[in-house]
Every structure is written in C-alpha cells, then in structure tokens.
Nanobody, 126 residues
Framework: QVQLVESGGGSVQAGGSLRLSCAAS????????MGWFRQAPGKEREGVAG????????YYATSVKGRFTISQDNAKNTLWLKMNSLKPEDTAMYYC???????????????????WGQGTQVTVSS
C-alpha cells in the first residue's frame, strides 16, 4: 500500500502562484509514476501533470503547459506541483496520485492510477 498526503492549496488571485506538495509513504518502492489530477465541481477528474518516477520524464495537459511544473525528490518521497500564472479555471480540488506495480501507458490517464490522496483545494479568483 502507498499513502499520499497533499498540502499547499489555498486561495489566490489570478496571476498568482502556489506550490502543492505530496508526501508519499508505505510501499513507495512499488511506485512507477505519479501525477497531479484535479476535479472541479460538476466535472470529471482530469490529469494535469505526470512523471515517470524512475526516469524523470514529465508530461503536462495542454491547458497547463508552460505554467505548471511537476517535480520530485525520490530520496524524500515527495512530489511537487508549482503552479504559476494561475487562472480562475484552475480552481479545483487537486489530487496526488500514484501508480504501483508497473508502468502506465499514460501518466495523465486517471484509470491508470491505483493510489490517491485526500486532495487539496485550489481557488483562483479573478
């Protein structure tokens, strides 16, 4: 089992920045990729950014490319998401997720993931 705990959400004005953190614990040796997903009220959960943890290769949704950066510290079992130039449409609950047991076909596909945290709220006002 892998446990994930997110932190760092909050309320900011448009154009502002936030950095989300995700602390992983448990059987972290089983993790092959991690990602940040978000879900706004009435919408499906969508992949924002993902990383293959053993190679460091990163992938981003088109809507956040150039504004968000995903990074990791494997020694500390920590994942971050730096979010710049935030927009009101970025408002959502953000979830840290992990894939254990094998490489996913896509790090941005929700159905590839089998571990997730409780989420942290990000609210961007105009």
């Amino acid at each position: 089992q892998v446990q994930l705990v997110e932190s760092g959400g909050g309320s900011v004005q448009a154009g502002g920045s936030l950095r989300l953190s995700c602390a992983a614990s448990g059987d972290t040796y089983r993790v092959y990729s991690m990602g940040w997903f978000r879900q706004a009220p009435g919408k499906e959960r969508e992949g924002v950014a993902g990383i293959y943890t053993r190679t460091g290769n990163t992938y981003y949704a088109t809507s956040v490319k150039g504004r968000f950066t995903i990074s990791q510290d494997n020694a500390k079992n920590t994942l971050w998401l730096k979010m710049n130039s935030l927009k009101p449409e970025d408002t959502a609950m953000y979830y840290c997720e992990a894939v254990g047991g094998g490489y996913p076909a896509s790090v941005l596909r929700q159905d590839e993931y089998n571990y997730w945290g409780q989420g942290t709220q990000v609210t961007v006002s105009s």
